[in-house]
């Protein structure tokens, strides 16, 4: 049997910033939708009612600077293309770690990826099965992205996830760059980092 959560009214709280929500009910994000965050972190399961209450609070938030999202809910959040950005990432951390995301999801990522391609500064994806999503960010050149981590949990076995940096200009604005769980095919790893030729920190 599962306890329904009584009728929240949402409450104005400025004083508050950073939220993480990690395997609550999701009604909880109804008391929070007159608050202006700057950072949000996700660790849930979505069904589709709880998808939309997520999305409806999104597009109240002005604010908001640092999205992390953790497991299954990049999976079910972008099943479709229909969150509304009112804000302007520096931020965003997308870890997958349950199975792979479907062909949808991985378009419906970089779309939202492109909506905050100016004011990104720090990215970071992992999990296996993101080739599509690290792709697009290792090919684009995102004008403010500073630092990007990539941990892909094991090597990317699509040879065009490698082959992306052949035709692509350099870009001059990374400096941090994080690389794990391919470094033993040197060739491959020598290719991203021709990409950057301004790197200060390299793990």
Known sequence: MVKKLPVLNAVRNESLKVLSVHYCDWEIFKLFMKSQLTSLTIKNYLDEASRKNLVSFLATQYRLKELVLLGTSLRSLFQHNDIVCNFNLNKLHLDN??????????????????????????????????????????????????????????????????????????NYHLQNLKLCGFFFQRQNVKRILLKYPVIRNLE
């Open 97 to 170: 770690g349950i199975g792979k995301n479907s062909e949808n999801c991985n378009w419906n990522v970089t779309a939202f990826l492109r909506q905050h391609e100016e004011s990104l500064q720090s990215i970071e994806i992992s999990g296996p099965h993101n080739e599509f999503i690290s792709s697009y960010v290792l090919s684009s050149n995102f004008v403010n992205l500073h630092s990007f981590a990539l941990d892909v949990r094991g090597l990317p076995k699509d040879e065009i996830f490698y082959e992306i940096f052949e035709n692509q200009p350099p």
